[in-house]
């Protein structure tokens, strides 16, 4: 089954806990992107990836940092956490930019930083 | 900057028409995107249509362009309680990766 899996699905962590949120696609898409949703302001871009070693800042990308060795994962790395990093995370990945193929999308990672 | 704007609330009884705006920016050849989220779980695609058009229907779902306005409507006909969820608007240029998200629509659904 085509699918974007995201691990943990959930997670409490304390300020200052380094952590690692995986990503994995199983659809040899090229593009990997990870967005952050807090109510009211939408789905906003962290970073993304439009091939192995090739990463991109999106529109928030302070406090992250991310890594594509391989072209199936794209982990989203959280060096210091602290609680405005509280929120939902989603990975999503697409195959070319050069059609309508719009992104698939992964169940999401709750974030709660204490 | 490129923007997409929604209103966050829209409530209608079951059975009535729905309809969902948006506005964008973006001038150049754009994709516009309609995605559900339903609770707990990611986007899910529903229907795009590209900047050359004004109009896709998909069975309960009718999708209009406004060029002019840049302006985009997603109509769901005979809204059912399954249909209760957020849903965003999202536009990306052509040849781009870079997609921007509208804040989210959440739609309620009276019985």
């Known amino acids: 089954e085509a699918q974007v899996t995201q691990n943990p699905r959930y997670l409490i962590t304390v300020t200052g806990k380094k952590l690692t949120v995986t990503c994995s696609q199983n659809m040899n898409h090229e593009y990997m992107s990870w967005y952050r949703q807090d109510p009211g302001l939408g789905l906003r871009q962290i970073y993304y990836s439009m091939n192995v070693e090739v990463t991109d800042k999106g529109d928030v990308p302070e406090g992250y940092k991310v890594s594509r060795k391989e072209k199936r994962n794209f982990p989203l790395i959280l060096e210091s956490p602290s609680p405005n990093q509280t929120s939902l995370y989603f990975c999503?990945?697409?195959?070319?930019?050069?059609?309508?193929?719009?992104?698939?999308f992964g169940p999401g990672t709750r974030l709660l930083v204490l | 900057g490129e923007d997409v704007e929604q209103s966050l609330f829209l409530s209608v009884r079951e059975g009535d028409s729905s309809v969902i705006n948006c506005t964008y920016t973006d001038s150049s050849s754009t994709y516009l995107y309609w995605y559900k989220q339903e609770p707990g779980a990611g986007l899910q695609l529903l229907t795009y249509?590209?900047?050359?058009?004004d109009m896709k229907q998909d069975q309960r779902l009718t999708v209009l362009l406004n060029k002019k306005d840049k302006h985009l409507s997603l109509r769901i006909a005979d809204t059912q309680t399954g249909d209760s969820a957020i849903y965003f608007c999202a536009e990306r240029t052509s040849g781009t990766y870079k997609y921007i998200f509208g804040t989210g629509t959440r739609l309620k659904v009276l019985a």
């Open positions: 999503a990945s697409s195959l070319s930019r050069t059609s309508a193929e719009t992104q698939y």
């Open positions: 249509i590209f900047s050359n058009m």
